[in-house]
């Protein structure tokens, strides 16, 4: 057995510290050695997109990560989204719109939109559909997905 | 109590799932880790069709981390072996091990389970147990099936032939015989996986102190699984506790009683400990109920105008290699060949229905069940006849549709029609369309070397079937009932109970809305438990478009009498 390692990393604004072993995933250490179970697992093979989360400011997929590369690094998760309490603009379009059903692409899918929102803060429908491509969704037909971050767009970019 | 509340029924109100979905706060299988916990993994079939000669496990139990090793003969001492029976005689019973014993019949079929102290170690052990296979000649579909020099792979039934079913009504050979017109096909429908975003996955803690079992489950049916691990594993029903609170997505894959379930409950009443097992995702396409695969030759005869004169079919579906609970090899070609008729007066019928089993993983519920491919052929017909006579493809619908003076209409397969609007619906969608104008830009689009297409089709969705449904493959699972319970406390706020479970439909914030309306009160009064066998009345779960209807639909009342009770 591999011997086991020490990593920190800051996540949602909080430091943490865990020690596990090389070969654990950073989804797992999420949400095992830190109990952040909101980040799901669909697939470990970066094909869903229901583990992407922000990983230094840019979308990362936790499933083909290892924890030890996120040492030293500054992760926000779903849990980190609301502010004050309440639920951030991206999320409360999400509801507003229909864009979720079961929930369980949504985390990977809230990630996904805000990171396509950061870079592209006033997209069309189509770079909208090519933007959240990356993560499935099987209930929604995505209509209520799309809709919701247009209408997230322009929220997001007059806070900027 | 609330007097002029603004009804909530048909009203836009936002989804109460919503605010814990969207902020990770959901309750799903494997966001769950009691203390103790172990983590389990599978041994899967690499072949399709195996003797299992010999079983080394001990790599395995040497390393350390490594709680136990369960294999087949284990889980045949501590459970019933699974048999999804059937009223109907001509549904042949088979058994379906939780874990292989002595034979392999699909590639993905579990063999051995490892407890260990985290997946990865659990998964290590899975790579250290030695199997020695014999491989068997594999039965690949169903024409190799039917072939008599072909393996049985059930010695029990004597065939692999395990559903053959017919419905009939008056003389379709002679009818066919005298029609004016036979248009046959045959449809072809590949194999599906479901593929819910959510891989199965289960969670069984034994408290032994108490003798009691919580299932937590990636469950459609809590209620139906805690029925069935009550009879396999000999519990008492109020010491079996199966919970479905967040799921994350069905599609009626989830519908079924898996043999992790079975296995997971043996490890952890075994054990002591709560053992936890998540598929991952090759398992998942692997185990989880495949969908749709079968073959539909048909025959149907109209006359000059194109009336229906009779329509003969057979459906052959490959359900795999083992027939599930509750719902048997039937469910998907007894379905299918139910539905063949569609919304069609049908003077004469001859449908069979075989259910073929082969080397792959079971068939099971989805989407529909036999629905879409009945649609698909029936509709397929209906427009090669149309072309053939050169009639409109809305009016041999029109000619042929069960009329309104015709309901209440009884089906050749037994369903029956008690009102319903076929005309009036196409011709409303005629209209909608502007059909005539859609036709004409049509034409000229063809003259521009421009291809315009107008598909017509007709489906019939049915809904909260009942309990005597004729069409179903006979289960023992009372589909037709649901109760709730619903709560006042002295502060006027109301809990209500539900057997169904929710896997994305929204029932939390649906049967608020229809809660409130009953009783009266704000829908912020109101909380909506499900999913749990523990705090609600006797339920089977969520399938086959039921659960708002059933739930909360015409045949829930309670609400009503006790609200009038305590006002």
């Known amino acids: 057995m591999a011997d086991i390692v020490t990593v920190r990393m800051t996540v949602n604004g909080v430091v943490h510290e865990g020690r596990c072993e090389p070969r654990k995933l950073l989804v797992d250490f999420i949400r095992e050695d830190l109990g952040l179970t909101g980040t799901h697992v669909g697939c470990e093979h970066g094909i869903c997109g229901a583990c992407t989360i922000m990983f230094n400011g840019e979308a990362a997929r936790s499933c083909i990560m290892l924890a030890v590369q996120a040492d030293g690094a500054e992760l926000v998760t779903v849990e980190g989204l609301m502010r004050d309490g309440k639920l951030h603009p991206l999320q409360e379009a999400f509801r507003d719109h229909h864009g979720l059903q079961c929930g369980f692409c949504t985390p990977g899918m809230l990630m996904t939109a805000l990171d396509l929102l950061r870079t592209n803060p006033s997209p069309s429908e189509r770079e909208i559909r090519e933007g959240i491509s990356a993560v499935l969704c099987r209930c929604t037909g995505y209509q209520g997905i799309v809709n919701a971050v247009r209408a997230a767009a322009p929220i997001l970019a007059s806070e900027r | 109590m609330g007097v002029n509340l603004p009804r909530l029924v048909g009203a836009r109100v936002a989804r109460r799932e919503d605010p814990r979905l969207l902020t990770g706060q959901g309750s799903y299988v494997d966001d769950h880790r009691p203390a103790r916990m172990l983590y389990a993994a599978f041994l899967r079939s690499p072949h399709a069709h195996a003797r299992i000669a010999r079983i080394d496990t001990s790599a395995a139990l040497a390393l350390p981390g490594v709680a136990a090793v369960l294999l087949g003969e284990d889980i045949a001492r501590a459970a019933k072996p ?37 997946r990865y170690l659990a998964e290590d052990a899975v790579e250290r147990i030695v199997v020695d296979y014999e491989p068997l000649p594999v039965v690949r579909n169903t024409d190799e099936a039917l072939d008599p020099a072909s393996p049985v792979l059930h010695e029990e039934a004597g065939t692999n032939l395990l559903v053959a079913r017919e419905f009939a009504r008056g003389d379709v050979d002679t009818a066919l015989a005298g029609a004016a017109l036979v248009v046959r096909e045959r449809f072809r429908f590949h194999r599906h996986t479901p593929v819910c975003m959510e891989n199965r996955g289960c969670l069984a803690d034994y408290a032994t102190g108490t003798q009691t079992l919580t299932l ?203 009102k319903s609007s076929f005309t009036g619906s196409l011709v409303r969608a005629r209209e909608a369309l502007d059909y005539k104008a859609t036709r004409e830009e049509q034409a000229r689009a063809r003259t521009a ?113 006790s609200a009038r009770r305590c006002c």
Not at chain 2, 86 to 111: D, M, N, W
Not at chain 2, 379 to 406: C, K, S, V
Request: proline share 8%; net charge neutral.
């Open chain 2, 449 to 561: 070397g421009r291809w315009l297409g107008i598909g017509v089709a007709s489906y019939v969705e049915l809904t909260g079937i009942g309990s005597a449904i004729p069409v179903s493959p006979g289960m023992p699972v009372s589909t037709g009932t649901e109760a709730s319970t619903i709560r006042f406390d002295p502060a006027g706020k109301v809990t209500a109970v539900f057997g169904v479970a929710s896997h994305g439909q929204g029932l939390e914030t649906t049967l608020a809305q229809i809660v409130a309306d009953e009783v009266g009160v704000p829908i912020e009064d109101v909380r909506v438990l499900h999913g749990d066998t523990e705090v609600s009345p006797y339920g089977t779960g969520t399938y086959a478009s039921r659960s708002l209807v059933l739930a909360g639909g015409p045949p829930f009342s309670p609400a009503g009498p």
């Open chain 2, 82 to 118: 699974v048999r999804a029976q059937s009223k109907t005689p001509s549904v042949k019973t088979t058994s379906f091990p939780p874990l292989a014993l002595g034979t392999v019949r699909h590639v993905g079929e579990a063999v051995a389970m490892v407890a260990a102290e985290s």
């Open chain 2, 216 to 418: 937590r489950s990636s469950a459609q049916c809590p209620g139906l699984v805690r029925d069935i691990l009550t009879d396999l594993l000999g519990m008492p029903e109020h010491q079996v506790r199966v919970v479905a609170t967040d799921v994350g997505g069905g599609f009626g894959a989830k519908a079924s009683l898996y043999p992790e379930e079975i296995a997971t409950s043996v490890m952890a009443r075994r054990l002591g400990r709560p053992v936890k097992w998540i598929g991952d995702r090759r398992e998942d396409l692997l185990s989880t109920t495949h969908a749709w695969d079968e073959t539909v030759e048909a025959e149907l005869g109209v006359s000059r105008d194109g009336t229906i004169v009779g329509l003969r079919a057979q459906v052959t579906a490959d359900i795999g290699a083992y027939s599930i609970y509750p719902w048997t090899a039937a469910i998907e070609p007894v379905q299918t060949i139910s539905f063949l008729p569609g919304p069609y007066r049908m003077p004469t019928y001859r449908g069979r229905a075989r259910g073929v089993a082969t080397n792959k993983a079971p068939l099971g519920p989805y989407r529909g069940v036999g629905r879409p491919p009945a649609v698909f052929a029936i509709e397929g017909l209906m427009d090669r006849a149309a072309r053939r006579l050169g009639i409109d493809p809305t009016e041999i619908r029109l000619r042929n549709f069960i009329r309104d003076e015709d309901f209440p209409y009884k089906s050749p397969s037994g369903i029956v029609w008690d």
